[in-house]
């Protein structure tokens, strides 16, 4: 078996997905540990563009049409192949519904070990998984064999997995691909009738403590004033009074904004995972036992409804002068 640490490259639509370049931030970890060589794998059909900005030694390339977006079989029989003539010691997928569903499917048909939702690596190589939601962190030795993780983001800064120099490229040939049971037949984008969140810079967050769909107006006035946009957690969105382009969380988006002001929420695992990026979180809530306060930069103990308005007039002042 060999040293090397492998990080399977996710990609749609011409886009590498953020998550790819969190684990190869995690990948150039354990491949410093190991003392060994990080290796990027791209599957796709004329597809090397995306490999700019890949900070890796090597970008391992695989070219095919089938391999042009995801289905599972193209990919399980590449990285089965891969994986049995290379031996790595370590394959990372993203935590997602593609990284999930081809890990679990390379652990049955190599017989590997994974193990899921890793968040980091300590600096003597054992990984930590978030389990229970996030309330509980589970640290874990490499098993002996060729090792696969599945990775959650918040560990590691994207950008620590981006080069401006472009990896060595070598040039992988697939295994037959014929036959095969799934093929894409067309792609939907998604109806996008909302702003992304999970590119907004301010974000004023509200929970279950805002009461009433009357009282997000408070929420929105401060947003206005901060030059933010109003998102929510679960019972919000429930209820109705936005759409779920603006859930926060593990059904929801991630959010990486510089500031997250958050308005009478809890601070749930389901939501905390999702916040984690952020630069600042700012926690209003009237119970001080709120486990938001536990990842919050700042807190209060204030009731919202008592300071949101002393807040924009503090904000406009400060503007005006
Ligand atoms: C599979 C699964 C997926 C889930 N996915 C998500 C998800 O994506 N996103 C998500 O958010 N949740 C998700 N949840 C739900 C999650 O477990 C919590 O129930 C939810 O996050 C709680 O929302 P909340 O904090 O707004 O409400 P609560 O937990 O009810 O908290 C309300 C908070 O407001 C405070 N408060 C009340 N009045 C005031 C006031 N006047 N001023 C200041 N503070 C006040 C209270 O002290 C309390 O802490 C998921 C759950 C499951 C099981």
Redesign the pocket.
């Known amino acids: 078996m060999s040293q090397d640490i492998y990080v399977l490259i996710e990609h749609n639509q011409g886009q590498v997905a953020e998550i790819s370049y969190v684990m190869l931030a995690a990948g150039r970890q354990l491949a410093g540990i190991h003392g060994s060589q990080l290796f990027a794998m791209l599957l796709g059909y004329q597809a090397q563009g995306l490999s700019l900005d890949i900070a890796a030694d090597k970008l391992l390339y695989i070219d095919h049409p089938a391999l042009k977006e995801f289905a599972q079989d193209a990919y399980l029989l590449t990285l089965t192949e891969i994986i049995k003539s290379r031996q790595p010691r370590v394959v990372l997928f993203g935590n997602t519904t593609i990284g999930s569903d081809i890990a679990g499917a390379v652990s049955i048909a190599l017989g590997l070990d994974l193990a899921s939702s890793c968040r980091y690596f300590t600096s003597d190589g054992k990984f930590v998984s978030q389990i229970c939601g996030g309330k509980i962190m589970a640290e874990g030795n490499l098993s002996s064999g060729t090792t696969l993780l599945t990775m959650v983001p918040g560990g590691y800064k994207p950008e620590e997995g981006q080069s401006e120099h472009p990896p060595v490229i070598e040039n992988f040939s697939p295994p037959v691909l014929d036959n095969l049971r799934i093929k894409n037949i067309k792609f939907i984008q998604p109806e996008s009738f909302d702003i992304d969140i999970s590119k907004e810079s301010i974000l004023i967050s509200v ?3 805002i009461q009433t769909r009357d009282n997000l107006e408070l929420a929105e006035n401060l947003a206005n004033s901060l030059g933010g946009v109003v998102c929510a ?4 969105i429930d209820q109705g009074w936005l759409p779920t382009t603006r ?6 988006k991630h959010v990486k904004p510089k500031v997250y002001i958050a308005l ?5 695992p ?2 905390v995972e ?1 916040i984690t990026g952020s630069e600042t979180i700012i926690a ?4 001080p036992k ?1 486990p938001i306060f536990d990842i919050a930069t700042y807190g209060t103990e204030t ?3 008592d300071l949101i308005d002393v807040l924009v007039e503090k904000v406009e002042a400060a503007k005006a002068s």
């Not at 957690?233 to 919000?236: A, C, F, K, T, Y």
Request: no cysteine; net charge neutral.
């Open positions: 929970g279950r403590g957690s679960r019972p919000v859930l926060v969380g593990k059904s929801g009478g929420i809890s601070g749930a389901e939501h999702a209003i809530n009237t119970d709120a009731d919202l409804f």
